[in-house]
């Protein structure tokens, strides 16, 4: 076999093996079945129905989305039951409404919890945004993208629980 048919070859299994892996991820049982958390950050969440557009585009989301308020923060909580391409950053979710963002940076709370933050502007309104995923284990992720590589090697088992939260 010449070079460059084996070198054609190896691409094509390295391609392909992230593929192969992903039929092995076994589904999370029933996470539509998770408790949402009660509490953020010590304040008491208060549940906000989602509007009927947000119902409608979510209607095929592998998983259960729930909208709350803590009094101060807007926060969306997405249970997500598999890996999945359907599972957008927030950031692309505030450009596709015509917000412009700043750079998105890592941010850390005081306990060391880490969050990808972005400030969201139109108009003249503004908004603080971060979020971050985590699973049953406490593993958790900034980027979507990381997340979805390491639940579809099968480094992560869901369900995930990806926190969104605005001010």
Known sequence: ???????????????????LAAREVPRAADSHAREWPHEF??????????????????NDFPGAVARFSDGEHDIILRWVDQPTRRLHPAEDCYRGWGYE??????????????????????????RRVCEQLRDLEGAHYTDVSSWYWAATLGRTTGPWLVTTISR
Do not use: Y
């Open 41 to 58: 950050r010590g304040h008491p969440l208060v549940r906000v129905p989602l509007s009927h557009d947000e119902q409608r585009f979510l």
């Open 101 to 126: 963002l700043s750079e998105s940076k890592i941010h850390a709370d005081a306990d060391g919890t880490q969050w990808r933050c972005f400030t969201a502007r139109i108009g003249d309104r503004e």
């Open 1 to 19: 076999m010449n070079r460059v048919a084996f070198l054609l070859l190896t691409m094509a299994v390295a391609a392909l093996t992230p593929l």
